[in-house]
Every structure is written in structure tokens, then in C-alpha cells.
Nanobody, 118 residues
Framework: QVQLVESGGDLVQAGGSLRLSCAAS???????????MAWYRQSPGKQRELVAT???????TYADSVKGRFTISRDNARKSVYLQMNSLKPEDTAVYYC?????????WGQGTQVTVSS
């Protein structure tokens, strides 16, 4: 069984911070370090969009809308990826999903809700 479980979503005021976590489990994640990890988000009525990625080697990329505010990191020993979100804005409100990719395969978590009030 392959599992990615996100946590950390919450209701927060604009300007606040949240830290999302995504823990992997299952036999396919026995060697977690081979996966490229990413965070996506989806708001009602919008397409899912890429927020941040971190490769197996630790290289990071960010959507322009979150650069300078969000930081992605990973802990291979804990088989986890994190998203530190600072200076949150109402437009960051979405369900946030983590994804693990290796070759042509991508695995998804169930998502965690982040709501930013103005």
C-alpha cells in the first residue's frame, strides 16, 4: 500500500504562518530518497496548480505567487516533506496536496485544507 498523508492545514488570518507536513508510508516508499516531491494546491473552480517542488538532490522550485513566502523541505529519514508558509494571503486558500514522483509514476495524498481569512 502506498500512502501520502498531509497534515497541518488550518484556518489562519492573513499575514499568518502555517507548516504543512506530508508523511509517506508503504513498500513503494521504502527508499523515499529516490522520489521527487512536490506540493500542489487547488481552489474551488480552479485547476490544481504546482506550488513548490524539491528534487531527490534537494533542488527547490517555486511558483511565482509564493516565492519568498513559502519554503519546501524534506527529511528523507522521516520520509516526509514540508511546506512552510509565511505571510499568508486570502488567495492562498486552497486544498494542498503533496505528490511523490519517480519516473512516470506520481502518487498523491488526500489533501489538507488551508483557509486564510482577510
Amino acid at each position: 500500500q502506498v500512502q501520502l498523508v498531509e497534515s497541518g492545514g488550518d484556518l489562519v488570518q492573513a499575514g499568518g504562518s502555517l507548516r504543512l507536513s506530508c508523511a509517506a508510508s508503504g513498500i513503494l516508499f521504502s527508499i523515499y530518497s529516490i522520489y521527487n516531491m512536490a506540493w500542489y494546491r487547488q481552489s474551488p473552480g480552479k485547476q490544481r496548480e504546482l506550488v513548490a517542488t524539491i528534487t531527490r538532490s534537494g533542488a527547490e522550485t517555486y511558483a511565482d505567487s509564493v516565492k519568498g513566502r513559502f519554503t519546501i523541505s524534506r527529511d528523507n529519514a522521516r520520509k516526509s516533506v514540508y511546506l512552510q508558509m509565511n505571510s499568508l494571503k486570502p488567495e492562498d486558500t486552497a486544498v494542498y496536496y503533496c505528490a511523490a514522483s519517480q519516473g512516470v509514476r506520481t502518487y498523491w495524498g488526500q489533501g489538507t485544507q488551508v483557509t486564510v481569512s482577510s
